[in-house]
């Protein structure tokens, strides 16, 4: 069974760097398309960047596009989110997934089926 501890995480001040990572244990993710996702405080959860399983395409949402970026090491069986210039607003849990097909590209948050417990990010002003 799958599991995915998210790390990273913590109260910093706008225009600040953070880098969050995702450690997968029980089985390889090699073959696993990734996400994260963010849940701020009485919103929906919200599919932030993705990553296919070969690595080689990557999605974001308009909101963070320019700003954080989704990678992987499969050696390791981490997937990471590099958010750079953070601002108030990106302050939620953030959550990685695993999509629960092999050699997905661009999964739809239906299509995750395995997450780990969240990271709180908190962006003061």
């Known amino acids: 069974q799958l599991q995915l501890v998210e790390s990273g995480g913590g109260l910093v001040q706008a225009g600040d760097s953070l880098r969050l990572s995702c450690a997968a244990s029980?089985?390889?993710?090699?073959?696993?398309?990734m996400g994260w996702f963010r849940q701020a405080p009485g919103k929906e959860r919200e599919l932030v960047a993705t990553?296919?399983?070969?690595?080689?395409?990557?999605d974001y949402v308009d909101s963070v596009k320019g700003r954080f970026t989704i990678s992987r090491d499969n050696a390791k069986n981490t997937v990471n989110l590099q958010m750079n210039s953070l601002k108030p607003e990106d302050t939620a849990i953030y959550y990685c997934?695993?999509?629960?097909?092999?050699?997905?590209?661009?999964?739809?948050?239906?299509?995750?089926?395995?997450w780990g417990q969240g990271t709180q990010v908190t962006v003061s002003s």
């Open positions: 997934a695993a999509d629960s097909r092999q050699f997905g590209t661009i999964p739809r948050e239906i299509d995750f089926g395995s």
């Open positions: 029980g089985r390889t993710i090699t073959l696993y398309a």
């Open positions: 990553i296919s399983w070969s690595g080689r395409r990557t």
